[in-house]
């Protein structure tokens, strides 16, 4: 379903190159895990594959069900299945979660060529989602992330997720600033949406987060490299004896 | 009879009481340039919008009111630091209280001097900001000075000084009306620090151009003496290289008008500048008035403006500042902060905090409070045994703090800290 | 939690608002209507010929005769941040009306011209008794709204007057209540805004033609909102409506005001003035949508929308409220403002001004504390986009006997691209030291990590703008009366079409 090809990136304001040829081939249903260190490259290709500003691809390709993502706006690639969970969500004072949630919804919908759903429709569905994700009525009632903990905020992520039903997830850092049982809480949410279909890849810096959702694939990247891939056994040898063995056994 | 519009006739009567002083042709040029700018502006007049919470007219009558002279026991200003000092004595240089005008990194020459020699850089200079400095608001009382200020230094920087130069303004004559005007230029990579304190004369004027080349820092902390009569104005003129940094702090206590003038221009990129004042006034005769203008017209710098007043007795305290920002200063952090503190129910704060905002990738604020002292913050302090007066004070203290943060040496600080604390003992 | 619901679901409504209505000023049309004028120009006949029309009494010409050789001494004001051609006064229709409304006026709505009945039906303006704002619900069923309608210089007419007069309300044009009442008003015209006050509105005390009269007895709550829409249809005319509003004693009254006109070539101008007086713990909520037409994207055309607006509370405990959402005109020049003259009266001042394309806006309020623990609030959002200028303009001053007196302010600027302008240019001035005042005031461009958050969960750039935008606005639109909340939700976005990209 997501195949990218050699995928070479660039910042735009300066001659950096951050991505030096990327390739991935996630299968349906697969979840799949990028571990690295700091500065490896990791977040970057979370926000080319949603197509954020200032970086520039040079070469390579990145498709979803062999639609070119480099080739569309944000929107497009969202609608076209492809949902970033940011590892740090932005908060958008004024906007109501509530609205927020609803507008992407139908404007998914909408670009779908589905009906959008009514009012009632949609706060049934929410209702049932956010209980699960234990999000309160005031927090869908508080502007967009404000004042929102870092665990809240990440759980207000899952819960898009799980409204918006993306075709793949890419989940960046979701892990960060968030304590064990918040983290089952949002692993839970993860695992509930597994479903067979959709995909996942989960980039985290450490392998705490993989112990609740279970990769299929792991892949380590190291200075805009993917440098290694394997089963879930090489999270734990990551977690074992850290990144510099590996490092040192690739070079 | 023909009517005299009351701006010109006061231009007039005062272009009459300053004989324009003696000089090579090009400073001829330049003075004459000013008289004839200041004639077309005419005298500042309380109509004005820039004049409109401060009656100029003390600084326009002619000849001016008589102050009476101040002395107190305390140790002269910047006595602890290490610096070179220059005494001027109702405008005029005293060489006997002055150390020699010799500063490594810098040149020191006198402006009577420099306007008669026919070959000096100072020609590039002179005026050149101040004239800059008269769009889109006028400052007549700038362009006179320009037109009729005989002394005053020109100095040009031209490496990192090793010591502050402090000049001290010294009124002895309870009639003297003093304009002076300094020029300095501070070379790519150098750096320099000037000291001012003292009332200078019954009623001051005074000018201060600083170009501050590329990489170049500029500081400036100055004290404005507590003769109770006095009448200031002043006028900083500022520009800005890439990358340079302006610092500016004033202390201001007692004088019946003080009105200082800040007009900085961004023209380099990263540059960074901060223009602050602490203002303690007592009395119905106290006025002080900043006016600050800053424009950015360069890309990614930052400026600061922070001022505090305390005021008392019926003091009044001003603010006008202005951030503008052109079309293509992008990215220019601007902030800017005016708070008022009245210490009972006759005193006044006016404040005018504007930004004119151009280009769209900026984030620029400002905040204005004025308040009361806060009770509960007194009545905790008396419960914990501190004296009302004092706790009073330390709370006045507390509020300036944040503009006397922005001094970035610790020793004058402290000093101004000091000198505060012994105003609200003694006044 | 259903009120929530429609509150939320408001911006998914601007969104789908964005979307059906492609073109850019929908009440651009005009109406083919036989109009009157009046002689072009102005000088004293013409004063004289608009009293005549109205049949007004003696006193009321005097006093416009008195305003207009005021008028000729003054000059234009030049210091707001505006930039026009100079308006030709004499290049002006000081009256229309539409020939039916004149000789045998229509005696009741159903005898008025069916055109004009049209235009207001166009304009989602119901003059049939009926409950509603047309294509908007409100949440509790059965809220009425009383309409006065201003075609040009003339009131076309004004609904639930039988109503309203049960309840002891006075509701009518104010020509009318110059026959009716002329004693109520004359004791209050020009109390409030004098006479001489500035320009614009000593212009307005000679020529006004028409506007709202609202007189609210002691101790009653006005039963159903009111409100006035006006509207300029003929071509080269200068609307100039007077609306007075008397709130006696612990009376309370919502009046809302909406304002467009057809798309022309040639600049209008409308000098409006609106006089409020509260007395002891009465109340008054003034809203307006101002959506007059802002010219074309190159700035030709448009209403040059020049309007002096004040409330004085007379009264202990008075309470005013001003909300605005000011999206239409070439050039608005207009500071709503607040004295507060009893002890404990209240000011609020909510303001959303949007300038796009050539629009040139300077509006703000003023807040004069004179009495003891009163309390003012000033929340101004401005947005610029396109080549416009937008400045925030305001005075807070706090007199010295203003013991105890409150004032806050905050004052935020958005700016859409980088050929536009937002400048906030505030005055405060405090004799008081129990009082207290805090201003704040910031100035930013769209977030552009809000758009992308907006656009990776699958919205367009435009819907994008449209929701952070409103956002920015929120607590201005959620002082408004519901029916205006939803109708200005949207008219912020559309007011912003074509402004990313």
């Given at each position: 379903m997501l195949s990218i090809k050699n995928l070479q990136v660039e910042l735009e304001e300066e001659d950096?190159?951050?991505?030096k040829g990327i390739d991935l081939e996630i299968g349906e249903g697969e979840v799949h895990a990028i571990m690295g260190p700091n500065g490896s490259g990791k977040s970057t290709t979370s926000y080319v594959l949603a197509g954020k500003?200032?970086?520039?691809?040079t070469a390579g390709s990145a498709e979803l069900y062999g639609n070119?993502?480099?080739?569309?706006?944000p929107e497009e690639r969202a609608a076209a299945g492809l949902f970033l969970a940011f590892q740090y969500p932005v908060e958008i004072p004024g906007v109501g979660n509530m609205t927020f949630l609803r507008t992407a919804v139908n404007a998914q919908r909408k670009a779908r060529g589905e009906d959008e759903l009514s009012a009632g429709q949609f706060l049934k569905i929410v209702r049932e989602k956010a209980k699960s994700l234990k999000i309160d009525a005031d927090m869908l009632k508080r502007?967009?992330?404000?004042?929102?903990s870092g665990g809240e905020k990440k759980r207000n992520e899952i819960l898009q997720m799980a409204m918006l039903e993306p075709k793949m997830c890419v989940l960046d850092e979701?892990?960060?600033?968030?304590?064990v049982d918040a983290m089952k809480l949002v692993a839970e949410g993860v695992n509930a949406l597994r479903d067979g279909k959709r995909s996942f890849l989960v980039i985290t810096h450490?392998?705490?987060?993989l112990d609740h959702i279970k990769p299929d694939v792991v892949h380590i990247m190291a200075n805009g490299r993917i440098i290694k891939s394997g089963g879930p056994e090489l999270a734990l040898e990551v977690e074992e004896n850290g990144y510099a063995d590996i490092l040192a056994e690739v070079a | 009879m023909a009517i005299i519009h009351p701006k010109l006739s006061g231009a007039a009567n005062l272009v009459a009481n300053y004989p324009m002083p003696y000089g090579a042709k090009w400073a001829n040029d330049i003075r004459t340039n000013a008289i004839t700018a200041f004639n077309a502006q005419g005298a500042p007049h309380k109509r004005d919008e820039y004049w409109r919470y401060t009656d100029p007219s003390e600084l326009t009558v002619v000849p001016t009111k008589p102050a009476a002279l101040f002395s107190n026991?305390?140790?002269?200003?910047?006595?602890l630091v290490d610096c070179i000092r220059i005494v001027f004595v109702d405008g005029i240089i005293d060489t006997d209280r002055s150390d020699d005008l010799s500063l490594i990194g810098a040149s020191i020459e006198m402006l009577s001097d420099v306007t008669s020699?026919?070959?000096?850089?100072?020609k590039d200079l002179y005026g050149k900001l101040e004239s800059n400095g008269?769009?889109?608001?006028?400052?007549p009382l700038a362009a006179l000075n320009t037109a009729v200020a005989g002394h005053g230094l020109v100095i040009h920087v031209t490496?990192?000084?090793d010591k502050p130069l402090a000049i001290n303004y010294v009124h002895n004559s309870e009639t003297s009306d003093v304009m002076l005007h300094h020029i300095i230029k501070i070379d790519e990579g150098a750096e320099f620090t000037l000291l001012e304190s003292g009332a200078g004369a019954a009623r001051f004027n005074s000018v201060i151009e600083v170009d501050v080349s590329d990489d170049a820092e500029f500081h400036h902390v100055r004290t404005q003496g507590r003769d109770h009569e006095r009448k200031t104005v002043t006028h900083l003129f500022g520009r800005l290289g890439h990358r340079s940094i302006f610092r500016s702090f004033t202390m201001t206590m007692n004088g019946i008008l003080t009105r200082n003038d800040a007009v900085l221009e961004f023209t380099g990129d990263d540059a960074k500048a901060t223009v602050a004042g602490a203002c303690a006034g007592d009395g119905n005769n106290f006025h002080h008035d900043d006016t600050v203008f800053v424009t950015h017209d360069s890309i990614n710098c930052e400026s600061r403006q922070v001022f505090k007043k305390v005021l008392r007795n019926g003091a009044t305290g001003v603010f006008q500042g202005k951030i503008l920002v052109k079309?293509?200063?992008?990215k220019t952090d601007g902030y800017q902060i005016s708070q008022g503190l009245l210490l009972d129910e006759n005193s006044n704060f006016l404040a005018k905090p504007e930004l004119e905002i151009y280009a769209d990738d900026v984030a620029c604020s400002h905040g204005s409070t004025v308040g009361a002292i806060d009770e509960d913050a007194l009545f905790y302090l008396a419960s914990r045994g501190v004296p009302r007066k004092q706790a009073q004070d330390m709370l006045v203290l507390a509020f300036l703090a944040e503009a006397i943060e922005?001094?970035?040496n610790n020793d004058l600080a402290n000093d101004i800290r000091d000198r505060l604390t012994a105003w609200m003992e003694h006044g | 939690m259903t009120d929530m619901i429609a509150k939320d679901g408001v911006e998914a409504e601007t969104v789908a608002a964005v979307k059906s209505?492609?073109?850019?000023?929908?009440?651009?049309f005009s109406t083919d209507v036989e109009i009157e004028y009046a002689p072009l120009g102005l000088n004293e006949d013409i004063v004289r010929l608009i009293s005549d029309k109205n049949e007004e009494p003696e006193w009321m010409l005097e006093w416009r005769l008195q305003a207009f050789e005021r008028w000729k001494q003054m000059k234009e004001p030049e210091w707001a941040m505006v930039d026009y051609?100079?308006?030709?006064?004499?290049?002006?229709?000081y009256y229309a009306r539409p020939?039916?409304?004149?000789?045998?006026?229509?005696?009741?709505?159903?005898?008025?011209d069916p055109k004009l009945l049209e235009t207001y039906a166009k304009l989602g303006?119901?003059?049939?008794?009926?409950?509603?704002?047309?294509?908007v619900e409100a949440p509790e069923g059965e809220r009425k709204v009383a309409v006065d309608a201003v075609f040009d210089s003339v009131s076309v007419g004004t609904t639930f007057q039988k109503e309203l007069k049960q309840a002891g309300v006075i509701f009518m044009s104010i020509s009318e209540a110059l026959k009716e009442h002329p004693e109520l008003v004359k004791k209050y015209?020009?109390?409030?805004?004098?006479?001489?006050?500035n320009f614009y509105a000593t212009l307005n005390s000679a020529v006004f033609s028409d506007g709202s009269f609202v007189y609210i007895p002691e101790?009653?709550?006005?039963?159903m909102e009111l409100s006035t829409y006006f509207r300029i249809n003929a071509e080269n005319t200068g609307q100039f409506e007077r609306t007075l509003i008397i709130a006696e004693k612990g009376s309370s009254v919502s009046y809302l005001e909406g304002c467009t006109a057809p798309q022309r070539d040639v600049a209008q101008l409308h000098a409006a003035v609106v006089e409020l007086v509260i007395l002891e713990d009465a109340e008054i909520k003034y809203s307006t949508v101002q959506n007059w037409?802002?010219?074309?994207?190159?700035?030709?055309?448009?209403i040059y929308n020049f309007v002096t607006k004040r409330a004085d509370c007379?009264?202990?405990r008075a309470k005013v409220m001003w909300t605005q959402v000011e999206t239409g005109s070439a050039v608005t020049w207009k500071y709503p403002s607040c004295?507060?003259?009893?002890?404990y009266s209240q000011g609020e001042f909510y303001s959303i001004a949007i300038a796009n394309n050539m629009q040139q806006a300077d509006t703000g309020t003023k807040m004069i504390h004179l009495g003891k623990n009163t309390k003012s609030r000033i929340v101004s959002k401005g947005i610029s986009a396109g080549k416009a200028q937008n400045t925030y303009r305001g005075l807070v001053s706090m007199h010295?006997?203003?013991?105890n007196a409150r004032n806050y302010t905050q004052c935020d600027s958005l700016l859409i691209g980088d050929k536009c302008g937002a400048h906030t240019v505030p005055y405060i001035e405090v004799k008081n030291n129990t009082a207290r005042v805090e201003h704040e005031a910031t100035t930013s461009k769209v977030d552009d990590d809000q758009l992308f958050y907006c656009r990776q969960r699958g919205m367009d750039e435009e819907e994008a703008v449209a929701l952070v935008v409103n956002g920015f606005c929120k607590e201005v639109l959620q002082a408004l009366p519901m029916e205006f909340a939803m109708e200005a939700q949207a008219l912020v976005a559309i007011s912003l079409e074509g402004s990313v990209g």
């Open positions: 950096k190159q951050i991505l500003a200032g970086y520039k691809v070119d993502l480099l080739d569309m706006n502007p967009v992330n404000v004042g929102f979701t892990d960060s600033g968030l304590d450490y392998q705490r987060l | 026991d305390e140790s002269p200003m910047f006595d020699t026919d070959i000096h850089w100072a008269q769009n889109p608001v006028h400052r490496s990192k000084c079309a293509d200063a992008q922005e001094i970035d | 209505l492609s073109g850019k000023y929908k009440y651009g051609p100079k308006i030709n006064f004499q290049d002006i229709y020939k039916s409304m004149s000789e045998e006026k229509p005696k009741s709505l159903d005898d008025v303006i119901p003059l049939k008794e009926q409950a509603l704002l047309a294509g015209i020009g109390s409030v805004v004098p006479q001489s006050d101790g009653v709550k006005c039963p037409y802002p010219g074309d994207e190159n700035g030709k055309g448009g007379r009264g202990d004295i507060l003259r009893g002890d010295p006997k203003a013991s």
